[in-house]
C-alpha cells in the first residue's frame, strides 16, 4: 500500500507547488496523474522516491515513512520504487541487456556496479524480462539503435529486474507516436496486474488515462482536485482541472 498524506512543496515562498496532498494506491493498481502543465504532477512523482525533499506530510510505503529515512534506509527504499523516464535515460553506447542489468545497480557495491560484475542468474532474469517486454532479439544491440517504443519498453524491464513494488513513469508516452504509446500503455497496464505492482503514470493523453488506468488523480495548481475509478472521470471534473472543453480528448 502506498499513503500520501498531506504532502506539501514549495519551491518559492508564497507559491506552493503542492497543497495537502493526499492519495492511497493499492498493489496491482495502474494510476494516472492528469492535469496541466506546471499543475505538480512532476513534483509528486519525485517527490515518492524522494528525489527531491518536500516541506511536509507522509509518505508511507506500507506503512514506512521514506520522507524520514536516513541515507541507508532511502537507498532501500529506493530498491523498490521503479522510474520510467520521458527520455529513457538509457545509455545509449551499450546493450539493451547491459542497460537492464543497470536495476540491479541499487543491490552492488560501488566496485561490483563500476565493473558491471552480475551474477549469472540476474543475466538469465534480464533476458527473461527482455522476452516479456518483446526485445529478447535485441539484448546484444546498442540503445542508440533502437526506436522510442523500444527504448521505453528496456526501461520498463530495467524498472522490473529491482523487483519493485511501485513503478513510476514520467510522461512515458510523451516521445511516441500513437501505435508505440499504446504498445507501452497496455503493458505496463498488463505488468501492474501481473506482478501486483502499483504503477503511477504522469499523462497529458487523457484518452490513455481512461483508457487503461484504474484510478485517476487531477491535479490543479498543486491542488488535488479529483481522485476516483477513472470510469467517474466526468467532463464537468476536465473542465475543472483545465479551464476548457476538452472532451474531444475522451473520443
Known sequence: MLEVKNLQKSYEKDRPALTDISFDIKPGTFVAIIGPS????????????????????????????????NKT????????????????????????IENVLHGRLGYKSTLAGVFGRYTQEEKEEAMSLLKKVGL???????????SGGQKQ??????????HPKVILCDEPIASLDPASA??????????????????????HQIN?????????????????VFDENADLLSEDILRTLYDQDITKELE
Open 208 to 224: 490513455m488515462a481512461k483508457k487503461y488506468a484504474d484510478q485517476i488523480i487531477g491535479i490543479r495548481k498543486g491542488k488535488l
Open 153 to 162: 519498453r528496456v526501461g520498463i524491464a530495467r524498472s522490473l529486474i529491482q
Open 73 to 96: 534506509q532511502l537507498r532501500k527504499y529506493r530498491r523498490q520504487i521503479g522510474m520510467v523516464f520521458q527520455n529513457y535515460n538509457l545509455v545509449e553506447r551499450l546493450t539493451v
Open 182 to 203: 499504446q504498445n507501452v500503455m497496455e503493458l505496463l497496464k498488463d505488468l501492474t496486474e501481473e506482478y501486483n505492482l502499483i504503477c503511477i503514470a504522469n499523462l
Open 136 to 146: 529478447e532479439n535485441f539484448a546484444l544491440k546498442r540503445c542508440s539503435e533502437l
Open 38 to 69: 506546471g499543475a505538480g504532477k512532476t513534483t509528486i512523482l519525485r517527490s515518492l522516491n524522494q528525489l527531491i525533499k518536500d516541506d511536509d506530510g507522509q509518505i508511507l510505503l506500507d506503512g514506512n515513512d521514506i520522507r524520514t529515512a
